[in-house]
């Protein structure tokens, strides 16, 4: 379900998916792009109307220290990062259309440069996940958080966007509560839906300092498609033998995922 909120994008409750074992829970697990440019709206929409009484911040420290969540009152703060260095693609609310240019121009020679198309980049980022022993531990922290230390009220977990980092992270949790993975790549492709008006506002700031090509390159790069979390789970298969092998090996036991369905399944 879309939270309509005044500055932060991609903002959803979970709850009403169906699994094979309940239906989750609302007001109890909720995602969303960062904190930084909540409104005082927003965190009362968010607060009263949600209930949000936890955050957990997927972002690196560097990603934090330029651009730190709002703070709320009576909500508690917590940073799981799930990669250890920041990757292209930041946040560039707070920039202006000639600077967010220059840093994608540089960004798309970096990834030329490697012989990288936006989306070959994108793609390589979701096996990477499958890989990195840096996010399976990130996986692994939170995922046992949300098993272990359940509380009166909803959590919301954020990156930058809410697309890469919260997608996969979502989908492990979908799937630790017993979600079909047609249904878990349908709330992973809502964040094109979502996220229009935020990357709309981005593409129309750039507009005047870019080529019809490096646009159409952007525009891309601010959407998620099926193909990248399908890498996810088609490499997470390939070097475990199954997503569960593969949430075993993050440290999750069969124990947090019983939790984690008896915490947010109704």
């Known amino acids: 379900m879309k939270i309509e909120l005044e500055k932060v994008a991609n903002a959803r409750d979970l709850g009403g998916i169906k699994s094979n074992f309940g239906i989750v829970k609302y007001s109890k697990l909720l995602r ?86 936006p989306t070959d980049h994108l793609r390589i980022l979701y096996k990477n996940f499958a890989h990195d022993d840096y996010s399976h531990r990130g996986y ?68 005047p300092y870019v080529s019809d090509e490096v646009y159409a390159l952007e525009k891309r790069i601010l959407m998620v498609d099926e193909s990248y979390l399908n890498c996810f789970f088609d490499e997470v298969e390939k070097q475990f033998g199954s997503v569960d092998a593969f949430i075993t090996h993050c440290g999750v036991s069969d124990d947090d995922i019983a939790k984690l369905r008896s915490n947010y399944l109704e």
């Open 32 to 117: 969303s792009g960062h904190l930084g440019v909540a409104s005082e709206k927003d965190v009362a929409k968010l607060t009263c109307e949600h209930k949000l009484r936890r955050i957990v911040d997927l972002r690196t420290a560097t990603e934090i220290a330029n651009n730190p969540d709002v703070t709320i009152d009576g909500v508690e703060w917590v940073n799981v990062s799930i990669i250890a260095a920041t990757t292209f693609g930041i946040t560039f609310e707070k920039l202006d259309g000639a600077t967010i240019a220059k840093m994608i121009d540089a960004g798309i020679a970096r990834m030329a440069a490697r012989g990288e198309t």
């Open 140 to 207: 692994g922290k939170f995922l046992k958080l949300l098993a272990n230390e359940p509380i009166d009220g909803a959590t919301l977990w954020h990156c930058s966007a809410g697309k890469d980092r919260v997608g996969t992270c979502t989908a492990l949790l979908l799937h630790c509560l017993g979600v079909g993975r047609d249904d878990i790549m349908r709330d992973y492709m809502l964040t094109n839906e979502m996220n229009r008006d935020h990357s709309e506002s981005i593409l129309n700031k750039i507009r």
